[in-house]
């Protein structure tokens, strides 16, 4: 994912074009899922985004979580508590992707439904 570096504390861009910043941070696999899920439930823990039923890595979802909490789109609920037992919510800045989940999910219902057979096509949005 080419918003983070060799140091997971530094961001790196591979342009100023807006499009692709955004594509740094949440065009890999797992960062839109962590935010659908905290869209859906409002707050998860570790565990709870582990059960998720698209199976995420434990280091790819630290690794995420980290970075999706450096770019203030998710904080910790009690930020003196341990991560590992601790819940996520989104920020502001996170919950303004609500939209954006939204037109993905009815894009993907619209043009995607007839070549996936186990979409389910009663949801009608997030």
């Given at each position: ?7 997971p504390d530094e961001t790196v ?43 995420i890595a434990t280091n790819i ?66």
């Amino acid at each position: 994912m080419s918003a983070v570096s060799a140091n997971p504390d530094e961001t790196v861009w591979r342009s100023g074009c807006p499009i692709s910043s955004a594509l740094d941070v949440l065009g890999d696999k797992w960062s839109l899922l962590i935010i659908r899920d905290l869209v859906i439930c409002g707050t998860r823990t570790y565990s709870d985004f582990r059960e998720s039923p698209e199976g995420i890595a434990t280091n790819i979802l630290a690794a995420r979580l980290k970075l999706l909490s450096r770019l203030d789109l998710i904080e910790r609920v009690d930020p003196e508590r341990a991560s590992r037992g601790n819940a996520y919510q989104l920020t502001e800045r996170g919950a303004a992707l609500r939209p954006t989940l939204n037109e993905l999910f009815t894009w993907s219902q619209q043009h995607l439904g007839e070549f996936h057979p186990d979409m389910h096509p009663e949801q009608r949005s997030l």
